[in-house]
T-cell receptor, first 113, second 114 residues
């Protein structure tokens, strides 16, 4: 069965630190991958997505993610975090049937100013 | 423009009661999804509609859960005879036919069963 693992449950950083959140998936076929973010009190919103092509995907607010097929990974990165990046981050895989999203458990990022 | 809206935002039900949760998708969005998010977990897929047709209900956990979208816009998720394990946030998402993979989420309904 397809699944997504996010190994970091809670990450605490100071402003200007670099960020990398891990995401691994299990599925041997063609994958479509997403990162969603949920800011405190707000709804889930899309940060970036990978369908095909360049494995380095750029999203909103300076985030990027790299798809490494050999490692079954899609890690999220940001060179310099801000206090406003404090949120919960979810990695997701599109189900092979092409409709539902399969989410990881999420990583809570806390950024101190 | 308006996003996906859900009502009520919070619902407390006594065990055994029936509840109905409403989702208003973005106007013109053909696809509609329901997810369940338990505390400390990521959202889990429940069911999917394309217009009024329920094309996938493989994620519904039991026959107590029922969803409908009779006119292809507003959707209702109904839970009969609620149990404590039904306590969760229920999320609705919608997407365009032209870009079915970018799902726009609503704020969710937090259901607490006591």
């Amino acid at each position: 069965a397809q699944s997504v693992s996010q190994h970091n449950h809670h990450v605490i950083l100071s402003e200007a630190a670099s960020l990398e959140l891990g995401c691994n998936y299990s599925y041997g076929g063609t994958v479509n991958l997403f990162w969603y973010v949920q800011y405190p009190g707000q709804h889930l919103q899309l940060l970036l997505k990978y369908f095909s092509g360049d494995p380095l995907v750029k999203g909103i607010k300076g985030f990027e993610a790299e798809f490494i097929k050999s490692k079954f990974s899609f890690n999220l990165r940001k060179p310099s975090v801000q206090w406003s990046d404090t949120a919960e981050y979810f990695c997701a895989l599109l189900h092979q049937a092409g409709t539902a999203l399969i989410f990881g458990k999420g990583t809570t990022l806390s950024v101190s100013s | 423009g308006a996003g996906v809206s859900q009502s009520p935002r919070y619902k407390v039900a006594k065990r055994g009661q029936d509840v109905a949760l409403r989702c208003d998708p973005i106007s013109g969005h053909v696809s509609l999804f329901w997810y369940q998010q338990a505390l400390g977990q990521g959202p889990e897929f429940l069911t999917y509609f394309q217009n009024e047709a329920q094309l996938d209900k493989s994620g519904l956990p039991s026959d107590r859960f029922f969803a409908e979208r009779p006119e292809g816009s507003v959707s209702t998720l109904k839970i009969q005879r609620t149990q404590q394990e039904d306590s969760a946030v229920y999320l609705c998402a919608s997407s365009l036919e032209a870009d079915p993979y970018e799902q726009y989420f609503g704020p969710g309904t937090r259901l607490t069963v006591t």
